[in-house]
């Protein structure tokens, strides 16, 4: 089985910085592909981030040179450091693996003045 257990989230300034981390338990993370999503008040969630087993990254349009997805597989925890964060990040954050797809409960981040 596998837990997935973000932490990191919380109130910040536009323009300010947060780091989301995913703690994972069981035997599937090394070879997993690992998902960031978000979902704001009114929308769908939205896949916001992916790095595959091997480090390949992907990023949505608009957390393009703002977010960083990275991993530390001895450690099982994939972190999203977001910067320059803008009202419009406003979301509950969810860590995800691709297949199976497991998720976490959410963070929050609020970005406001």
């Known amino acids: 089985q596998v837990q997935l257990v973000e932490s990191g989230g919380g109130l910040v300034q536009p323009g300010g910085s947060l780091r989301l981390s995913c703690a994972a338990s069981?035997?599937?993370?090394?070879?997993?592909?690992m998902q960031w999503y978000r979902q704001a008040p009114g929308k769908e969630r939205e896949l916001v981030a992916s790095i595959g087993s091997g480090g390949v990254t992907n990023y949505a349009d608009s957390v393009k040179g703002r977010f960083t997805i990275s991993r530390d597989n001895a450690k099982k925890t994939v972190y999203l450091q977001m910067n320059s964060l803008k009202p419009e990040d406003t979301a509950v954050y969810y860590c995800?693996?691709?297949?199976?797809?497991?998720w976490g409960q959410g963070t929050q981040v609020t970005v406001s003045s």
């Open positions: 995800n693996s691709q297949r199976p797809p497991y």
């Open positions: 069981g035997i599937i993370f090394s070879i997993n592909k």
